[in-house]
């Protein structure tokens, strides 16, 4: 069975939500580090501009389609993606099932004070969660290396890295085997969601793939970078895919 749908040069894992959740825990139960991509639309599209990112993206253990149109892309290169399994939805998935205190994260990235506020609200919800650490994602090299030493220090299973792409990707890709965590995932703008600082999309729009339409309304700077929406679906057309 092909377990892998190429597109546009970025090996999507072919998972459910279910699906991704169980791979993760299987992750923490390994002596290994495993970064953890969710790339939408506009980040896939960027991949398959860049190849030297496009190669970063592929080096990982699980990549999930974050993201209405790359199902929709799937369909168009016939090997359909059953489900969207997004970053945060997944990330909130993880944090319910580790909020026993089973495995301990750090949060990485955000505005300053907005990872701190992320563990407050989700220690809040879940009191037995174990965050270790937090960090914001605003650093020259010297903060860099005071942050990696903390996150080696605080040994978390779970590292949330939130700085956008393809900086968190490529931040992943560089320092995962130094750091000691199990899980590395590349989360965008979620410690934003987590700390409620930004809303998520209603949950009408989110059934009906419309986040994107909700955060350009909210944010209308972000009209440039969705004229990529049109640009992907066109490219995947057109490129055709290989399977593995």
Same mark, same amino acid.
């Given at each position: ?7 546009? /040069? ?122 270790? /650490?937090?960090?914001? /994602? ?49 989360? /965008? ?56």
């Amino acid at each position: 069975m092909n377990t892998k749908i190429d597109v546009l /040069g970025v090996w999507v894992d072919k998972v459910t939500m279910d699906g991704a959740l169980e791979r993760l825990m299987e992750f923490l139960e390994e002596d290994a580090p495993h970064a953890v991509y969710t790339p939408n639309s506009e980040i896939l599209m960027r991949a398959y501009r860049d190849e030297k990112f496009r190669d970063v993206l592929n080096t990982a253990e699980l990549i999930t389609p974050d993201g209405i149109g790359v199902v929709y892309a799937s369909k168009i290169l016939k090997d359909s993606l059953s489900e969207r399994v997004g970053g945060f939805d997944l990330a909130s998935r993880l944090i319910e099932k580790v909020s026993d205190g089973s495995y301990s994260l750090y949060f990485f990235g955000g505005k300053p004070g907005v990872a701190d506020l992320a563990k407050e609200k989700l220690c809040e919800t879940y009191p037995d969660l174990r965050v270790v /650490g937090t960090s914001d /994602g605003y650093f020259d090299a010297e903060k860099e290396k005071r942050i990696i030493a903390d996150i080696k220090e605080k040994n978390p299973d779970i590292l949330f890295v939130c700085l956008g792409a393809p900086k968190q990707e490529e931040w992943i890709f560089s320092h995962k085997k130094e750091l000691g965590a199990k899980v590395l995932m590349g989360i /965008g703008g979620s410690l934003d969601v987590f700390a409620g600082v930004t809303e998520r999309a209603p949950e009408s729009f989110q059934k009906m793939g419309l986040e994107w339409l909700y955060r350009l309304a909210k944010q209308p700077s972000r009209i440039g970078r969705m004229m990529d929406l049109p640009k992907f679906g066109l490219t995947v057309l057109f490129k055709g895919k290989r399977v593995k």
